[in-house]
């Protein structure tokens, strides 16, 4: 797996995957970014929050749930100095779907939490993760 950054101007930066896909990032304009991009720390919790839905979605669906929408926000405290790792992370996972299991939901996401989810093996390295979840019936039309 690779990834580059490219200077663009100032505090901006072209991310590049290895997978080809790219993305602006950008600091806070306090320290000379534009605000252009997200921040390098929001990836973070972004790739955390993306991990841990792909996990919980693809075990629901090897379970045979029917999931119809599904919102994964995460929340994070950073340490006062330097350098300002995660310290407390929280997810909260709500889970849309037609007849939804909330005891397979939550087996989902622990599964996620505890085995496998690589990105929250490695917050946990920092940070105490916590989660909740809300579990919804999708309406008539099968919307989420």
């Not at 990836?43 to 792909?54: D, S």
């Not at 992370?89 to 690589?118: F, I, N, W």
Request: with cysteine.
């Amino acid at each position: 797996m690779k990834a580059k950054v490219t200077l663009v101007e100032g505090q901006t930066w072209l991310g590049q995957a290895g997978s080809g896909h790219g993305i602006v990032l950008d600091a806070s304009p306090d320290i000379g970014g534009q605000d252009l991009g997200c921040r390098p720390m929001e990836l973070m919790l972004l790739g955390l929050a993306g991990c841990t839905a792909i996990d919980v979605r693809l075990i629901l669906q090897r379970g045979r749930e029917v999931v119809t929408g599904c919102v994964i926000e995460a929340e994070g405290e950073r340490a006062a100095e330097d350098p300002k790792v995660f310290t407390k992370v929280h997810l909260s996972y709500r889970v849309t779907g037609r007849k939804l299991s909330p005891a397979k939901v939550e087996r989902a996401v622990q599964l996620s939490h505890d085995k496998y989810c690589s990105a929250t093996a490695m917050f946990l390295k920092t940070a105490t993760v916590t989660h909740s979840i809300e579990v919804l019936e999708a309406d008539a039309g099968g919307n989420g």
